[in-house]
């Protein structure tokens, strides 16, 4: 009896080992090639550090310290050919993660400067190079035209702290509110969340 | 009527399926096993409803009527319904079932009943401080890895083996 | 994945059937190991039955082996696991004293149940007596209180205390249980003087103590979470759709959404910060800062099967980056507000609209901009709540130790 149980965990044990190799295997192969976790990037671009305003770039531009990135231009390669940032390669953003393209941007280990003719662009190969084990990314703020007018020609001092996601509007007035049923102003409120609390518990 | 007792299951096996038994109640609700808390809940609700008065004033019981269904309708007391079921149904199983007083060759029932006694009172004390017995705090701390859980588990063995010289004449020869 | 009622997979109302469903199992592994008889629970303390130590350690090492092999895979999430708390003293305290009442009793709370059912009348008074020490402490808890609850380290790891790797330490926990097995076991055949033909009759187990140290040492070499799940979205998908433009959706398109919220329905999320939220929203807008994007509670909102989901910033920058990021984790059909509020704004109010031309398109849409425009201005885009669900968040909450709870 106790051999034919004995048994029975060894069997059991086999078959567990089995199942979690597979399922370590089926992780393996069907996980997409990242080699940064999901939240750690979303920290690291959280921080909001990577965004080179027109000020931090003149200085940078001044202080030679741009030598130190592979600078990317995401843009057309007919826009590239107009005119770009000194330095710069072309890798149209359709193209970034091709296997040339990564090559092309490990000139300078992982300290990459993107910049695009949309910011948003910008931002979008800076994610996916960081996902990529890229940790040291930058991208310019602002899309190119604007940076050669008021950086590269001459460094217009308004514009030092300029990005897309300054509020360009105060949009309040805008959306204005009509009267409420006594006559005042009826603030629009946002969609109100009502949360669920489910708890776990535990002890003894 | 003396039927053969089957004989009981190879331990490491056991382990194994209590292991993923443990490990089921971790994936379905988060949490893990427990004894002592439904024997607590029924404490509980035995003193509310014998001495109201002084619950309110005791911090122990407060919590336990100041909000939800009550003491009774506790993941614990289902669990131990379950226990006590499952066990019944393997007692069944084995011909296990009996009234019977299980005790060391030297001492008499009587005795072996006053120390049950004793020991059960000792234990109930002390899985409150211990939050927790040898299932709730010790094995399923252990299996999350929780410092309570081993710091728990050794002073309950260490005491254990400290105190079984003095008190063999119990259980042994 | 796990744990599943916590997170809503199951429903909450089942936990306690669950509950009894899993008794049913403990229960019967007990009686069925022998924790039923008081004088087998006592041998570990004398040598002559080492069944306690060789079920505990088994199943201890069971579960957590499961535990952290199912975290690596993500079958399970160790942040919403119930973590016993370390309140030091009372751990000791209250350790020493079911040590002793081990040893006069026999019987442990669980084994006592298995005990007792089957007709254990030493187990039966043992309960007994364990009403009588809880109501002891319920009748003395201001005098305990203060030790209940005082050096409250947290809930902490062992690991953590040891100032040792996790997987470092189950790796040591696997091959100290299996060194106990066999060392105890040479004590148990000493004190037993077991004969040499029973020794030689006992199955070998060298087959599950090496799958459970290769699984030891996968855990060790392994790292803790692997760096992409398997359902995720590769990031040539994500590429692709930016490329192409299938993120985006349109400011006429949300516009539409707020005039006539009941034909198409449109869930905006605000990813700015919860300052800039309160400043100005969107009407109906709910918020999602970007740092909080992945978090579990507001997937619910993310995945809305029944709405088209936009995100949406200042501009297209701060939602590019929560879109990344949450269509990575997996979820799908999600779009954001090409232009974001400056678009939006410009596009609706600052330009000039062409409300007469050849080209009927043109027309079209010129006339209904300017129509929006005089909607908004005048104030009709008050939320629909009652056209459009609101949002219901499960917030997972790890009830704290409260005061006395055991």
Redesign the interface.
Same mark, same amino acid.
């Given at each position: 009896m106790n051999k034919i149980q004995a048994n029975i965990l060894k069997n059991a044990t086999l078959l567990f080992a089995i199942v979690g190799i597979m399922a370590l295997l089926v992780q393996w192969i069907a996980a997409p090639d990242y080699k940064a976790e999901n939240e750690a990037v979303l920290s690291t671009i959280a921080n909001d550090d990577q965004k080179i305003l027109p000020l931090q770039l003149h200085e940078m531009i001044t202080t030679n310290q741009l030598a130190n990135y592979t600078l990317v231009d995401l843009r057309s390669s007919h826009l590239f050919n107009v005119g770009t940032l000194s330095g710069a390669i072309n890798i149209p953003f359709a193209d970034l993660l091709k296997k040339g393209s990564l090559k092309q941007m490990k000139k300078h280990g992982n300290s990459v400067l993107l910049f695009s003719d949309d910011e948003s662009q910008a931002v979008a190969a800076a994610v996916l190079l960081i996902s990529k084990g890229f940790d040291d990314v930058k991208t310019l703020a602002n899309d190119y035209d604007y940076i050669k007018k008021n950086v590269l020609e001459t460094f217009d001092p308004a514009s030092a702290f300029s990005k897309s996601e300054k509020a360009r509007f105060d949009y309040n007035r805008f959306f204005r509110t009509g009267g409420g049923a006594d006559g005042a102003p009826v603030r629009t409120q946002p969609k109100i969340i009502q949360t669920e609390i489910v708890k776990t518990q535990g002890g003894c | 009527m003396n039927k053969v007792q089957k $004989?009981?299951?190879? $331990?490491?096996?056991?382990? /194994?399926?209590?292991? +993923?038994?443990?490990?089921?109640? /971790?994936?379905?609700?988060?949490?893990?096993?427990?004894?002592?808390?439904a024997?607590?809940s029924?404490?509980?609700t035995t003193?509310g409803n014998v001495a109201p008065e002084?619950v309110a004033n005791?911090?122990?019981?407060?919590?336990y009527f100041s909000e939800g269904p009550g003491p009774m309708?506790n993941?614990?007391v289902?669990?131990?319904? @379950?226990?006590?079921? @499952?066990?019944?149904?393997?007692?069944?199983m084995?011909n296990?079932? @009996?009234?019977? %007083?299980?005790?060391?060759p030297r001492i008499s029932s009587r005795s072996?009943?006053l120390?049950?006694?004793?020991?059960? +009172? +000792?234990?109930?004390?002390?899985?409150?401080?211990?939050? @927790?017995?040898?299932?709730?705090?010790?094995?399923?701390?252990?299996?999350?890895?929780?410092?309570?859980? /081993?710091?728990?588990?050794?002073? %309950?063995?260490?005491?254990?083996?400290?105190?079984?010289y003095f /008190?063999?004449k +119990?259980? %042994?020869k | 994945m796990g744990p599943l009622i916590p997170q809503g997979f199951v429903n909450a109302d089942l936990n306690l059937f669950f509950a009894f469903i899993i008794g049913l199992g403990f229960g019967y592994v007990l009686e069925q190991a022998g924790f039923s008889s008081s004088r087998k629970l006592a041998g570990v303390f004398y040598g002559y039955d080492f069944v306690v130590l060789r079920v505990f350690f088994t199943a201890a090492i069971t579960a957590m082996t499961g535990l952290l092999f199912f975290g690596y895979l993500g079958w399970i999430d160790w942040d919403l696991l119930y973590i016993n708390p370390t309140y030091l003293w009372s751990a000791i305290i209250g350790g020493a004293i079911m040590g002793f009442g081990f040893i006069l009793g026999g019987f442990c709370p669980g084994t006592s149940l298995t005990a007792a059912v089957i007709g254990k009348i030493d187990a039966m008074v043992f309960i007994g007596g364990m009403f009588i020490g809880i109501f002891i402490f319920g009748e003395f808890y201001d005098a305990f209180q203060s030790i209940y609850t005082g050096a409250f380290l947290g809930n902490v790891f062992v690991y953590d205390t040891l100032g040792i790797s996790r997987d470092g330490f189950a790796m040591l926990l696997i091959v100290v249980a299996l060194a106990a097995f066999i060392i105890t076991q040479r004590i148990e055949d000493k004190v037993n003087k077991t004969p040499d033909l029973e020794k030689k009759a006992r199955p070998s187990y060298w087959i599950p103590s090496a799958v459970l140290i290769a699984g030891g040492l996968l855990l060790l070499l392994l790292p803790s979470q692997p760096r992409s799940g398997w359902h995720e979205v590769s990031p040539d998908k994500i590429l692709t759709t930016m490329s192409n433009q299938h993120h985006l959706t349109g400011i006429d398109e949300v516009a539409y959404s707020l005039i006539n919220g009941k034909d198409r329905p449109v869930m905006l999320v605000d990813v700015r910060s919860a300052e800039d939220y309160a400043r100005f929203a969107l009407p109906g807008a709910v918020n999602i800062p970007l740092h909080q994007i992945l978090d579990h509670r507001y997937e619910n909102i993310l995945r809305s099967p029944d709405q088209k989901v936009v995100l949406y910033s200042n501009s297209n920058t701060l939602a590019t980056e929560a879109w990344m990021v949450a269509t990575r984790a997996g979820i799908e059909n999600l779009t954001l507000l090409d232009g974001g509020l400056n678009g939006f704004v410009q596009t609706i109010f600052q330009e000039e609209h062409i409300t007469d031309s050849y080209n009927l398109n043109v027309e079209h849409q010129g006339r209904f901009r300017e129509k929006a425009r005089n909607y908004f201005l005048s104030g009709k885009a008050v939320p629909k709540t009652e056209s459009v669900g609101t949002p219901v968040i499960k917030l997972i909450e790890i009830e704290k130790p409260v005061q006395g709870g055991c």
């Open positions: - | $004989p009981y299951m190879n $331990p490491y096996l056991a382990g /194994f399926l209590l292991g +993923l038994v443990l490990l089921s109640a /971790f994936f379905v609700t988060g949490r893990g096993l427990g004894a002592s808390g024997v607590k029924v404490v509980i003193v002084s005791n911090a122990f019981y407060a919590e309708k993941w614990l289902y669990l131990t319904l @379950g226990v006590l079921a @499952g066990a019944f149904f393997s007692g069944a084995s296990r079932l @009996g009234f019977k %007083i299980d005790k060391g072996r009943l120390f049950a006694a004793a020991g059960g +009172l +000792l234990f109930g004390l002390g899985a409150q401080f211990g939050r @927790g017995c040898t299932s709730g705090a010790a094995l399923t701390g252990m299996a999350v890895l929780s410092t309570a859980g /081993f710091l728990t588990m050794m002073v %309950i063995f260490g005491t254990g083996y400290v105190l079984a /008190f063999r +119990l259980w %042994i | -």
